[in-house]
């Protein structure tokens, strides 16, 4: 049954609190995107468990970090391709928790979010900024890639994520660099109110300085195709696969459909 799972997973979260507008970079730990209401208005904003309680956080005051140990290089399999070149080199934030690296999710568990939302918030990814590709997608039964966002289709991309869920996947990145994606969440609130928050997320690739990011512009942030990679050392993607077999639970609870939109 499907609402027993949710009682669990929303239980499983201790409350965040707000944080003051303080500058951070996360590279380790686990951190989840989604919407909340901050002084009643509907806000996408970074829930960071990574000190010794959970914070929310402006995304404007958000830096997520991607050293270059999280290099590894796409895969020889045609399930694949969407990441670019057979052996081409990608940095990734994979769909299970690693040591050393942060562990971005996105969870629509907010408690007043649960109260205010008839069903489900539409995630959406207007475009991407940045020195290579980008691509987001879950890991399912038997390995198999299910693509939720990619910089090389045509923007905007959306998916529904149901209220009351949490999510990871595998966010990779083809170039070293800061990238800005655009995004937006929007709901149709019980009392039929249209809520929607538009705002980018911040990631800086490699080992220089992740600080930097915060002087990229966010404004009209465009969509960006993939440059040439060079070689990394091999990754356990098949452990990724593996993982996301623990994680099918939460992947068969958010039945993430991706819908892409035409403007």
Known sequence: MLVP???????????????????????????????????????VQLRDDTGDSPQWRALSDVVLHVPDTAKTTVPDDQAYSFLG????????????????VVWPGWNTQDPEVAKTVDREVTWR????R?????????????????????????????????????????????????????IEM?????????????????????NTDPRTAFDVAAAQPEQQTAQPLAQSAGFPWQWIGLGGLALVVVALVVVVRRRRGER
């Open 186 to 206: 929007s709901t149709r609130a019980k009392d039929r109110r249209e809520l929607t928050d538009r705002q980018a997320l911040r990631i800086h690739v490699g």
């Open 5 to 43: 799972v949710l009682a669990m997973l929303l239980a499983a979260q201790p409350a965040a609190v707000a944080q003051e507008a303080e500058r951070v970079v996360i590279e380790d730990g686990h951190v989840d995107l989604g919407p909340r209401f901050v002084e009643g208005k509907w806000t």
């Open 130 to 182: 940045g020195p290579g590709r980008f691509a987001l997608f879950l890991t399912g039964n038997f390995g198999a890639p299910q693509q939720i966002f990619t910089s090389t289709d045509s923007a905007p991309q959306e998916t529904g994520v149901e209220v009351g869920t949490h999510v990871h996947g595998n966010w990779v990145f083809g170039a070293p660099g800061t990238y800005l994606l655009d």
């Open 85 to 100: 070149d057979r052996g081409s080199g990608v940095w990734v934030l994979p769909q299970v928790e690693q040591s050393g």
């Open 125 to 128: 990814l207007h475009g991407v």
